[in-house]
């Protein structure tokens, strides 16, 4: 369960922001999944409770699922994606994927 390894690094930035700015305690942690990232949200909240100790003890994890966006590596059309590596719907070359695999953390709430 790579979800608990992701977790503990996710602690450890934001520990490590908090430790830079001040803040006492972490009280919501708003988090972007690509649609490819291979993580399971469940699974990734699960192993974030788990660390839910001293500043981070009641924080709110907040995941938010996007859709992937591809850019055809030929034409350089792009749209979102379904799938991984689709063909293109105007010229048939491979749609690579731009943000499908992020995990990004794009707001903290702290006191």
């Given at each position: 369960m790579h979800e608990?390894?992701?977790?503990?690094?996710?602690v450890r930035l934001v520990e490590q922001q908090c430790d830079q700015h001040g803040y006492r305690q972490v009280k919501k942690i708003y988090l972007q999944l690509g649609?490819?990232?291979?993580?399971?949200?469940?699974?990734?909240?699960?192993?974030?409770?788990?660390?839910r100790?001293?500043?981070?003890?009641d924080t709110q994890l907040k995941i938010r699922q996007v859709e992937a966006n591809g850019s055809c590596g030929v034409c350089g059309y792009q749209e979102s994606q379904g799938e991984a590596y689709a063909a293109c719907v105007r010229c048939g070359g491979i749609m690579l994927p731009n943000n499908a695999d992020?995990?990004?953390i794009t707001e903290l709430e702290v006191v």
């Open positions: 608990m390894s992701l977790a503990r690094e996710m649609a490819f990232s291979c993580v399971v949200p469940e699974a990734l909240s699960f192993a974030f409770d788990s660390m100790t001293g500043r981070f003890e992020e995990m990004r």
